[in-house]
């Protein structure tokens, strides 16, 4: 059965932003509180410089970056 968003986005409908991921079990053993909150701030703000992002967490660039590829990876 097709979905109605899938029928929606097949005729050109603006279909949004959202994240899905692969498994429950994966999300909640991979995010992180500070994980939860790069995603929170990313969260309808559209695209967002890595370095931009690790200023506004207050937290290492490097640190940044390896939970960001963490969210990318489980991302469905």
């Known amino acids: 059965m097709v979905s109605e ?3 929606d986005a097949f005729r050109g ?3 949004g932003a959202f994240i899905s991921f692969v498994s429950v079990d994966l999300v909640l053993e991979s995010l992180t509180p500070p994980r939860w909150e790069i995603l929170e701030l990313l ?3 559209g ?3 890595v370095l931009d992002v690790a ?3 207050g ?5 940044v970056i390896e939970d960001m590829y ?3 990876s489980i991302a469905g």
């Open 47 to 49: 695209d967002q410089m």
């Open 70 to 72: 963490v969210c990318w």
């Open 5 to 7: 968003r899938f029928r």
């Open 55 to 57: 200023e506004i967490v």
């Open 13 to 15: 409908v603006e279909q």
């Open 43 to 45: 969260a309808g703000r």
């Open 59 to 63: 937290r290492a660039l490097d640190a």
